[in-house]
């Protein structure tokens, strides 16, 4: 009997291989019976044991709140202990980088710098942030990293791929993010980690080229030296666990074709050189084939692909992603939510912005820069539902523009025009000029999406669901599995987050219905 995949849900169902084409779901339902059915094929009995175990926690749900109703009790999630559930954070975490650019060189800097007591890690969830526990009468609010077994800061250890030959220093230093003064007491440190040879193609990134580029006839030579790179690392840093960060160059716009549907044609398409596989999505697959799970800080489409959620749901390597929500969209996905909540209309949001570091070179390229729009332009539509409000949204003009200005580097400036109404339609405006640090601002994010990622891989709930929608908080446009749409409310994602974690821990979700304190 051949596992392929298994994925231990509450309720233990479980899918494999019994022989070459005949697939086996088993699961349990609310009641505690077994159950079994034959496929033919892994994708199917995938989706009949999701189903299946969906169907199982509904309906315990309902007889929860049927039983909670009869008693008067408040609904609690289903009791269960953590241990068991989610695996201990022991011996090293190895973070792998794509692109050690001025994301990736602040990110790595910081985690020093923090290790090193010499700054704070503000901006971070997993460091600084509390969750609370139960009734607001009951005073637990416990850090985030002492609620759930998180990594160590100190035991993170990194490798990067990159297309310069610059090592982490050096690619600091041109980035021009952090200060001159904290870089020269972190230079042994970051000099001692030199990029990877890359895998890429100036046809996708057609702003830079670079040396440290390698070299394969086929796209899947290209993928199995990315494997044999993933191997070395581990094997060389002692790490026990591994993650993938996507932080390259945003490529040119592509649509997902019949080469992204499965594993197999994927394949044949690595072999075949087609031109729809962009490097990014070769990172994506050594990864996952590796069981390594794969975060997309980008917006490029990489593992938002149905072979990637295959994949990672197979190999049980947890994915999440796109385009770190840092700046703009974080504003958006915060006022948007404020108007729906008011019932204020919205005529019109214009939002430009001008940066001037090699991303900004980048998004000059059209091809790169529809890569980008998409993804920033698909926040208001969600938000706002113009179908359910046709007169409030139903007819609202969003522009989105990206300038290179060299003067500013790093230091972007994002203004937004927002033209909104009230009461018997009066028009009135909103400005927003917000002058952010890019890299400032993203690289908290990257250190929660390594820690929460290697905690949903430790996880026997998470591991096998592919995506990890409650990870859409740090994304301006967040995966989803096919057919739903993606949560862009900030503060809804921040819930989802959080009880996440609760339910994680058999804590009580909150719902913020408090009716209990007034009986
Ligand atoms: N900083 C932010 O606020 C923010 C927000 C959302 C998304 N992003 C995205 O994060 C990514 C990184 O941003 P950045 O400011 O660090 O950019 P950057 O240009 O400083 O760094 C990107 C690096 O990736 C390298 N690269 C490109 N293609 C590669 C490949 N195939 N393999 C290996 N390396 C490759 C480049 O050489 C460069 O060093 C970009 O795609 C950007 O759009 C950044």
Redesign the pocket.
């Known amino acids: 009997m051949v596992a392929v995949a298994s994925h231990r849900h509450q309720e233990g169902a479980r899918m494999y291989q019994k022989r070459p084409g005949v697939f086996m779901a088993d699961w349990w339902d609310a009641d505690g019976r077994r159950h079994r059915k034959q496929f033919t094929n892994a994708a199917s009995a995938r989706e009949h044991e999701h189903r299946e175990t969906a169907l199982a926690h509904a309906e315990r749900a309902t007889r929860e709140m049927k039983l909670a109703a009869r008693t008067g009790a408040t609904k609690r999630s289903p009791a269960k202990t953590d241990t068991g559930t989610v695996q201990p954070a022991k011996g090293k975490l190895g973070v792998m980088i ?7 060189t602040t990110f790595v800097a910081g985690v020093e710098a923090i290790r090193k007591g010499l700054a704070m890690p503000i901006g971070s969830l997993t460091q600084m942030g509390t969750v609370r526990l139960g009734k607001r009468t009951d005073g637990r609010s416990p850090k985030v990293k002492e609620f759930v077994p998180l990594a160590g800061l100190d035991d993170l250890v990194f490798t990067g ?4 030959e610059d090592n982490m220093f050096e ?1 600091a230093s041109n ?1 021009g993010v952090l200060d001159y003064r904290l870089l020269e007491q972190l230079k042994p440190f970051l000099s001692s980690i030199t990029p990877r040879a ?3 193609d100036h046809n996708y ?1 057609k702003k ?1 080229d ?1 040396p440290n580029v390698k070299k394969g006839k086929t796209k899947m030579d290209l993928a199995e030296q990315l494997r044999d790179d993933i191997r070395e690392f581990k094997k060389s840093s002692g790490a026990s666990r591994l993650i993938t960060m996507w ?4 490529e040119s716009y592509i649509e997902p074709t019949e080469a992204h549907q499965s594993l197999k044609s994927f394949e044949k398409a690595l072999r075949e050189n087609d031109e729809m596989i962009a ?2 999505m070769i ?1 994506a697959y050594a990864s996952l084939m590796e069981g390594v799970p794969f975060a997309n ?3 490029n489409l990489t593992v938002d692909l149905p072979v990637m959620l295959d994949l990672s749901r197979k190999n049980e390597a947890p994915i999440c992603g796109k ?2 929500k ?2 703009q969209t974080l504003m958006k996905t915060v006022l948007a939510p404020a108007f729906k909540a008011r019932l204020l209309g919205l005529s019109g949001w214009y939002s430009t912005n001008i940066l001037g ?3 900004g070179e ?2 000059d390229d059209p091809g790169s820069f529809k890569t ?1 729009e998409e993804s920033k332009l698909g926040v208001l539509e969600h938000i706002l539902q113009p179908g359910l409000y046709p007169e409030l949204y139903g007819n609202m003009f969003h522009k989105v523009r990206i300038n290179y200005y060299p003067p500013r580097g ?1 230091n972007k400036e994002g203004w937004d025009n927002i033209d909104i109404f009230g009461w018997l339609g009066y028009p009135m405006q909103i400005k927003v000029d917000f002058l952010c640090r ?2 400032i ?2 690289a908290p994010i990257v250190l929660d999406l390594v820690l929460f990622l290697d905690l949903a891989q430790r996880c026997s709930e998470l591991r096998g669901l592919g995506i990890q929608e409650w990870l859409s908080f740090y994304f ?1 446009s967040p995966m989803t599995v096919p057919g739903l749409y993606p949560e862009h409310d900030l503060f809804i994602q921040l819930m989802k987050l959080k009880n996440t974690l609760r339910h994680l821990k058999g804590e009580e979700l909150i719902t913020h219905l408090g009716l209990e304190y007034y009986d």
């Open positions: 794509p692109g050690m650019g001025a994301v990736a791929w990159d297309i310069f690619a980035a890359a895998v890429f990134v830079i670079g932080c390259g160059s945003t490097p990014s990172y800080g980008a917006p385009d770190f840092t700046g570091n090699r991303d980048v998004l980008k790093d890019d890299s601002l993203a301006k």
